[in-house]
């Protein structure tokens, strides 16, 4: 007999999306972000917060995989879960949860598994705000310039301050909300999500703060945020320098890194090099455009960060960056740095090779490579290996870069 006590929360954790947009082979919750998949991280979040029923709501022909992922999860209180099938609607798919709720359940919690990053303090404030008569939003405040536009035509500003970013999960009465399913399966109506279900039926929802790393994985350039956020999460921490008394950290030293990117010619079109494109050179061949300079720096950044390598985060496996020219890597590398907490001090690079001249276009590289960065320094040298080795014989070209990084 089960020693749990019997919870009155509940939270329906829906996993039943395509994911047309992520476009990864499988419905978006089975996708891996690292060694385990969306969904798994979502529930991993889920049950680190206060004991509850949980639902997960999967795809057709995918209850045996949510199942697993659940079991795996949930430890010893497995017997909190259930897999029930989703509907060919979000909404759909959460009246299939509120179906499997346990009689003692008072206050429900409608969870994207694709806000798999979600913290579980999150998820414990979201419950203790719900009260008998409102529902709860996490939300961030909107904090880019908006305008409201008409086709090409911007016709005005849109004031931010009224605006809040909804995410999930969302708390609710439970009576209340099953009452505004109810109302909304006998209109026909379909909300884009359960807070506004929930007022369309004339119930109040107010919202509490949200927090940055539940944002929803909908997009291929998500899922490759969430990557990188996990994998920065589990870097060892920084270096620290004693202070005067010998032992105590005081703050946190810089790091360096070095980067190495070999290509050769045979590419098509002209040579992309140091972020410039160079007419009537012969291109180097690669996954993106074969730009050895910068693809080394982009190395250099991310072990300088201990956030892996350029293949893992821009290889054939991400084939967004196909055919992507130095800036698109760099300044999503940046992005990656400054979302694991460092700054960019300085990078340098010398590329080997007989062609092209590079002398005139130095500081045209140079700026160019620094703004992609978003302004940090960087220098660029170049020199020919007295025709020896392949670089010599007009084979290719290698590049060896070294970044420095701090703490922000």
Do not use: C
């Amino acid at each position: 007999m089960s020693m749990l006590p019997v919870p009155h929360t509940a939270i329906i954790v829906v996993a039943a999306g395509s994911g047309t947009r992520l476009d990864a082979g499988a419905p978006k919750a089975f996708v891996g972000i690292d060694t385990h998949s969306i969904l798994r991280h979502a529930l991993d979040g889920v049950f680190a917060a206060g004991p509850a029923q949980v639902v997960v709501v999967a795809p057709p022909g995918f209850e045996g995989d949510a199942e697993a992922e659940l079991l795996a999860a949930a430890g010893d209180r497995a017997e909190l879960g259930r897999v029930v099938t989703g509907g060919d609607t979000r909404q759909q798919s959460v009246a299939a949860g509120l179906s499997a709720l346990w009689g003692d359940v008072r206050t429900v919690l409608v969870h994207d598994a694709a806000r798999a990053l979600t913290p579980p303090e999150t998820i414990d404030a979201v419950v203790a705000a719900v009260d008998g008569q409102t529902g709860v939003i996490p939300a961030l405040p909107v904090v880019d310039t908006l305008k409201r536009v008409d086709g090409e035509a911007v016709v005005g500003p849109v004031d931010r301050s009224e605006l809040a970013a909804a995410m999930t999960p969302q708390g609710f009465p439970r009576d209340l909300l099953e009452q505004a399913y109810a109302a909304a399966l006998s209109r026909g109506d379909e909300y884009t999500d359960d807070a506004a279900l929930f007022a369309a039926a004339g119930h109040a929802v107010r919202r509490i703060d949200g927090a940055p790393s539940g944002f929803k994985i909908t997009t291929p350039a998500d899922l490759d945020r969430a990557r990188h956020l996990l994998s920065s999460a589990a870097a060892p921490a920084f270096a620290t320098v004693p202070d005067a008394g010998g032992t105590a950290p005081t703050a946190s030293v810089p790091r360096v890194g070095i980067g190495t990117d070999v290509h050769a010619f045979g590419g098509e079109g002209d040579l992309w090099l140091a972020g410039l494109e160079w007419p009537g050179e012969p291109a180097l061949s690669g996954h993106s455009d074969g730009d050895a300079v910068a693809h080394a720096i982009v190395d250099a950044l991310l072990g300088a960060a201990g956030l892996g390598d350029i293949g893992q985060h821009f290889g054939t496996a991400h084939p967004e960056y196909a055919g992507a020219h130095a800036a698109v890597f760099l300044a999503r590398t940046a992005e990656l740095l400054a979302q694991a907490g460092f700054a960019i001090g300085n990078v340098s690079a010398q590329f080997q090779g007989n062609r092209p001249r590079f002398s005139a276009r130095r500081a045209e590289a140079q700026q160019v490579l620094s703004e992609a960065l978003g302004g940090a320094p960087v220098s660029i040298t170049a020199t020919t290996t007295d025709g020896l080795g392949f670089t010599g014989r007009g084979e290719g070209i290698a590049v060896t870069a070294i970044a420095m990084i701090v703490p922000r």
